[in-house]
């Protein structure tokens, strides 16, 4: 049989593609061994399920999850955490200074459609740098000052009229969440933003607010409806036209009083400020900043003052000797109760309500020896590091006094005391939250008893003890 020309091409083309073939393999089987041999170098530890890996099993209790992978490991370890191969370093000086020293927060790529791509917390460098210096306008010690007359008259007004509800319960215990969660929303709206509506709107605000966040625990980030993620992105398109709206109101304000009295007013009288959408996604992301977490803090104050009578008293007698009950809060009013400062810094040890700090590897990294990829999660978690105090378990707020008695600030050693993180993303608003719960700390000291019934512990995604109780005027 005769051999022709097309059957030797056929052949010919045969081998190529069969010399292809193996080449094909033998460079994906070299890949394979070389990421298997790296993967020896990576923590150990498990990424869990497809996917989702081990995020529920985290949620459920971020704090007790970690300890028991650092209890099985031997310190630090990987697994998968909302989408994100991500590793849980052992808390040391060493991690800290590493973690801290990252720019890039390691927050899941969903987080930035709810609280903005512009947030501060969404951006990095040079966008970073830049919208940070803008932000801290709104934080400088005159600014921080003018905030403190708004913090003392809307505390008064909600801690009476918890009071008044208590009265019409006849002393019975009810839930305090949602109370306690109208006047941080109320505060953070009056203070940050500028704006005091009635209650039917502010009321409305908020839940628009709690369906957005509700977006940052979507586990299947989908716009269809009936989704949890439709729902956050449906009510943010709300909350963003009701925040322009404040935006443009204020905007004209300005031009007749030219003097900000908000956070949103520094922002708006800035010369560098590029668009609406900057402005839109600031309001939300402080709101996000300062009143959820303000809300949890507020009720583990109420959770440890409860636990501890001869505290509540010893607190009670500094703060009716450093002030008359009426006259204007200031700065130096703040300064003279450093007993309370000390109890707000050791509720923060105990209960932080945002126990992790989060960083995104922008290069491959070296953690307790073994190799981290780039683009792999870094967690540091705060609660851990409070554990390294000498009794831990115990509530001692003389760790935050000096032998004098005065207050001893460890906010700046982040691997002592990591509630505010460290670094270039360190909160920038910590004193704003410190001034705050002194303000409510100081009122409800000088003029209300309360009691508190029951308490659960929240875990996620804050950290607080939710309590029952109710409050009356008096001591």
């Not at 040391?92 to 200074?97: D, G, L, R, S």
């Not at 008044?164 to 203070?191: H, N, S, T, W």
């Not at 628009?208 to 979507?218: D, I, Q, R, V």
């Not at 995604?461 to 001591?475: Q, V």
């Amino acid at each position: 049989m005769a051999i022709t020309s097309s059957s030797l091409g056929l052949a010919k083309t045969s081998k190529r593609f069969a010399v292809a073939a193996c080449g094909a393999l033998a460079l994906a089987a070299l890949v394979a061994w070389r990421r298997a041999r790296r993967a020896r170098r990576w923590p150990p530890g498990s990424f869990g399920w497809p996917l989702i890996g081990q995020t529920l099993e985290f949620i459920k209790d971020p704090g007790a999850f970690q300890i028991a992978g650092h209890a099985k490991h031997g310190g630090t370890f990987k697994t998968s955490i909302l989408f994100s191969p991500t590793v849980f370093v052992s808390p040391t000086e060493a991690n800290a200074k590493l973690v801290f020293s990252k720019n890039s927060l390691g927050f899941p790529s969903t987080f930035k459609y709810v609280l903005g791509e512009t947030s501060l917390s969404m951006v990095n460098d040079p966008m970073h740098k830049r919208i940070r210096t803008l932000n801290l306008r709104a934080f400088t010690d005159a600014q921080l000052d003018s905030y403190l007359p708004q913090l003392q008259e809307l505390t008064a007004k909600h801690l009476s009229l918890w009071a008044a509800a208590g009265k019409r319960g006849q002393g019975q215990p009810c839930d305090l969440f949602f109370d306690i969660k109208l006047y941080a929303f109320e505060m953070a709206q009056a203070v940050l933003l500028g704006a005091e509506f009635p209650i039917e709107k502010t009321d409305r605000l908020m839940r628009l607010f709690n369906t957005t966040m509700g977006g940052l625990e979507a586990v299947i980030p989908l716009e269809i409806p009936g989704l949890l993620w439709h729902k956050a992105m449906s009510c943010r398109r709300q909350l963003v036209g009701e925040y322009q709206q404040l935006i443009d109101t204020r905007r004209e304000q300005l031009r007749v009083v030219s003097k900000p009295t908000s956070m949103l007013d520094t922002m708006l009288t800035a010369d560098d400020v590029n668009s609406d959408v900057e402005l839109q996604d600031f309001c939300i992301a402080m709101m996000f900043a300062g009143h959820d977490t303000s809300l949890s803090t507020m009720q583990s104050v109420l959770y440890w003052l409860s636990k501890q009578p001869a505290v509540l008293a010893e607190l009670r007698q500094e703060v009716l000797a450093e002030w008359d009950g009426s006259s204007q809060l200031t700065r130096e009013t703040l300064g003279k109760v450093p007993k309370v400062r000390a109890f707000l810094q050791e509720v923060w040890r105990l209960t932080p309500p945002v126990p992790v700090s989060n960083r995104n590897l922008e290069e491959e990294t070296m953690i307790d020896g073994y190799l981290v990829p780039k683009g792999w999660t870094v967690s540091f978690v705060a609660a851990l590091v409070g554990q390294k105090v000498e009794q831990p378990s115990e509530f001692r707020m003389g760790r935050y006094l000096d032998p004098s008695g005065h207050f001893a600030d460890q906010t700046f050693e982040p691997w002592i005391y990591g509630v505010f993180g460290g670094g270039t993303r360190m909160c920038l608003g910590y004193k704003f939250a410190r001034d705050e719960m002194l303000v409510f700390m100081i009122q409800l000291l000088r003029h209300f008893s309360f009691t508190v019934a029951s308490a659960q512990a929240v875990k996620f995604p804050f950290n607080y003890w939710r309590i029952s109780g109710t409050f009356s005027r008096g001591l």
